[in-house]
């Protein structure tokens, strides 16, 4: 079993849509988890840290449930700008990150 | 602006030359940096990890001789490729973890583009 899963993709949804990302990690002792946020032919960027809690910023949601071992990230009203490629990021007490596969989005017009 | 850079950001070269790329964090001191390695339409791959001061840690399958990576002070890492093949055409990326308050964060490097002709 991998240490982190994305469902690849692509998601093909229209402009105004709401979309949902799941990330399934096997570590329990992962600490950290984020988001990033890939263009074609770019590095990634970190689109938001994901919280114990539960954190939103502007139309982005992402939710960590440690038990489940279960990361999510919802986008709604999707624009255009949002296509990319969504990388589910852990780690653990060190400087051990992993990378998940990601989950390639496509917003059509 | 950037935290980290890298350079150069595309390079084509010849079958059997070496081919060094660098990667600076510029404004915060990284102890670690890791290489990455991307294939079209797949998944960043980390090669090593890059430890100020002394030997990168390869990820199995990755060939320290030929991807030689070196660490010399606490803003820079180098990765060369040595004697380069078209297979080994690919997107490489540096990133650094900057510590502080939202801890763990990942900055990259904009990636270099190699085509080994």
């Known amino acids: 079993r991998k240490e982190v899963e994305q469902d690849p993709g692509p998601f093909n949804v229209p402009e105004g849509a709401t979309v949902a990302f799941n990330c399934t990690y096997s570590n329990s002792a992962s600490q950290s988890f984020f988001w990033y946020r890939q263009d074609c032919r770019k590095e990634p960027k970190l689109l938001m840290s994901?919280?114990?809690s539960g954190n939103e910023d502007g139309r982005f949601t992402a939710q960590l449930n440690r038990a489940s071992q279960y990361i999510s990230l919802l986008i709604r009203d999707s624009k255009l700008s949002d296509s990319a490629t969504y990388l589910c990021v852990v780690k653990d007490y060190g400087q051990n990150f992993v990378f998940g596969p990601g989950t390639r989005l496509s917003v059509l017009p | 602006g950037a935290v980290v850079s890298q350079h150069p950001s595309r390079v084509i070269c010849k079958s059997g030359t070496s081919v060094k790329i660098e990667c600076r964090s510029l404004?915060?001191?990284?102890?670690?940096m890791f290489w990455y390695r991307q294939f079209p339409k797949q998944s960043l791959m980390l090669m090593a990890t890059?430890?100020?001061?002394?030997?990168?840690?390869?990820e199995q399958g990755v060939e320290k001789d030929k991807f030689l990576i070196n660490h010399a002070s606490l803003t820079l890492s180098t990765l060369t490729v040595t004697s380069a093949h078209p297979e080994d055409s690919s997107f490489y990326i540096c990133s650094a973890p900057r510590q502080g308050v939202n801890t763990g964060e990942l900055f990259f490097g904009e990636g270099s583009r190699l085509t080994v002709l």
């Open positions: 994901v919280y114990s």
């Open positions: 890059s430890n100020e001061g002394s030997k990168a840690t390869y």
């Open positions: 404004d915060f001191q990284a102890t670690t």
